[in-house]
């Protein structure tokens, strides 16, 4: 059963980049069969997906955050990282990471949020 | 971004009640709809995917339908481990967005 954590800091100041890994156990994150994303949820709203990596470096970012967001992998360590630049209170949130699972649906594949980490709450504050 | 409208936003029900949630989307995705749960302070669970094929491990009370632009969850037989907020998903286009959420609470 694969497992997700997130780690990183818990405060960061406005303005600064805000940093996170998702350490994957329990399965390999070179698998060809998934994307690894990042969600997050501000404190009693509902969930927007910032974006998502797959083994190959492949990345799409959601456009309203994509000029501050940059995702990485290293599947040395089985890891990906998310960084958002520039950050102000409103990034504050609870960042989850989740391993996306492609199904076919016709001609397009669908991808849905299959497994996720416990969640990270970053709060944006000087 | 395509836009994912949940109704109701809460609903009040007992246990043993039947409970449907929809999910319409603003243009067409097919099947591209997922649902999850969340509890507070955890983090979301997928229920059904592919709009209406059960997660391994989900019971079988959960089931989904629609195709298109209108979706529907319905929980056969409320019981109290089902209160939570509910979740629909598109994956036809990105960026994935999600509904606003359907809280269910006990009557």
């Known amino acids: 059963q694969v497992q997700l954590q997130e780690s990183g800091p818990g405060l960061v100041k406005p303005s600064q980049t805000l940093s996170l890994t998702c350490t994957v156990s329990?399965?390999?994150?070179?698998?060809?069969?998934?994307?690894w994303g990042w969600i997050r949820q501000p404190a009693g709203k509902g969930l927007e997906w910032i974006g998502r990596i797959y083994t190959t470096g492949n990345t799409d970012y959601n456009p309203s955050l994509k000029s501050r967001v940059t995702i990485s992998v290293d599947t040395s360590k089985n890891q990906f990282s998310l960084k958002l630049s520039s950050v102000t209170a409103a990034d504050t949130a609870v960042y989850y990471c989740?391993?996306?699972?492609?199904?076919?649906?016709?001609?397009?594949?669908?991808?849905?949020?299959?497994?996720w980490g416990q969640g990270a709450l970053v709060t944006v504050s000087s | 971004d395509i836009q994912m409208t949940q109704s109701p936003s809460s609903l009040s029900a007992s246990v043993g009640d039947r409970v449907t949630i929809t999910c319409r989307a603003s243009q067409s995705i097919s099947s591209h709809l997922h649902w999850y749960q969340q509890k507070p302070g955890k983090a979301p669970k997928v229920l059904i995917f592919a709009a209406s094929s059960l997660q391994s491990g989900v019971p079988s009370r959960f089931s989904g339908s629609g195709s298109g632009t209108d979706f529907s969850l319905t929980i056969s037989s409320l019981q109290p481990e089902d209160f939570a907020t509910y979740y629909c998903?598109?994956?036809?286009?990105?960026?994935?967005?999600f509904g606003q959420g359907t809280k269910v609470e006990i009557k």
């Open positions: 329990g399965g390999s994150i070179s698998s060809a069969t998934y994307y």
């Open positions: 989740a391993r996306e699972r492609r199904v076919v649906l016709g001609v397009i594949m669908g991808y849905y949020f299959e497994s």
């Open positions: 998903q598109q994956s036809y286009n990105t960026p994935w967005t």
